[in-house]
């Protein structure tokens, strides 16, 4: 069973540019999830999608974040524009049952403002 | 006040010895504790899940729970080279039972 898939792993970007994460979760799984992690605190939820349906967007640092699961399959997870203060690790996770046990977590995208 | 609050580290100690991993949370209802482990670079990995007060045994590794005391702990028996990681705790809320609220982590760092 492939895991929960997150590219790019790596991406530097100047303040203003825009960045489109993406997240693809394991095949079946109805929940998908994305925290981030910035300067080196804890790691923080940002939503929550139930398919295709955000269930809770209430981490959401502003509106210049923006994510989406069209077909309620991936998900992206764009930055327009980006500010220093965004970088971080992204990471994305997904789960059959709705709680938190049995979450399966990406690799992350480190992202970098300069 | 941080809802979760693990000291940073690092945790040293020698191959073979026990680990103690603590942490601690707010008075907020919490539901459900989890331990993770996170090599740098990588994937958190749930490692241990712990639902009810007392001690939940799997392999090496012991998950502790005082809900009297908001306290949650992990032990790591015979510790490993390997085991060296970041290890994250998290909790549920009841209210929101779908979202981790995470500890900032503890480093250990076994050396052989």
């Known amino acids: 069973e492939a895991g929960v898939t997150q590219f790019p792993s790596h991406s530097v970007i100047e303040k203003g540019q825009t960045v489109t994460l993406r997240c693809d979760p394991i095949?079946?799984?109805?929940?998908l999830y994305w925290y981030r992690r910035v300067m080196g605190k804890e790691i923080k939820f940002l939503l929550h999608?139930?398919?295709?349906?955000?269930?809770?967007e209430s981490g959401m640092p502003n509106n210049r974040f923006l994510a989406e699961r069209t077909g309620g399959t991936y998900s992206t997870l764009k930055v327009q524009p980006a500010e220093l203060e965004d970088s971080g690790v992204y990471f994305c996770?997904?789960?059959?049952?709705?709680?938190?046990?049995?979450?399966?977590f990406g690799s992350g995208t480190r992202l970098t403002v300069v | 006040q941080k809802e979760v609050e693990q000291n940073s580290g690092p945790l040293s100690v020698p191959e073979g010895a026990i680990a103690s991993l603590n942490c601690t949370y707010s008075?907020?209802?919490?539901?459900?504790f989890f331990w993770y482990r996170q090599y740098s670079g990588k994937s958190p990995e749930l490692i241990m899940s712990?639902?009810?007060?007392g001690d939940k045994e799997d392999g090496r590794f012991t998950a502790q729970l005082n809900k009297a005391s908001q306290y949650v702990s992990l032990l790591i028996r015979d510790s490993q080279p390997s085991d060296s990681a970041t290890y994250l705790c998290?909790?549920?809320?009841?209210?929101?039972?779908?979202?981790?609220?995470f500890g900032s982590g503890t480093r250990l760092l076994v050396r052989p």
């Open positions: 996770a997904s789960s059959q049952e709705w709680g938190g046990n049995g979450y399966t």
């Open positions: 095949s079946g799984h109805d929940n």
């Open positions: 999608f139930v398919k295709e349906s955000k269930q809770d």
């Open positions: 008075d907020r209802v919490s539901q459900s």
């Open positions: 712990i639902y009810s007060n």
């Open positions: 998290a909790v549920n809320l009841l209210d929101s039972s779908y979202k981790l609220i």
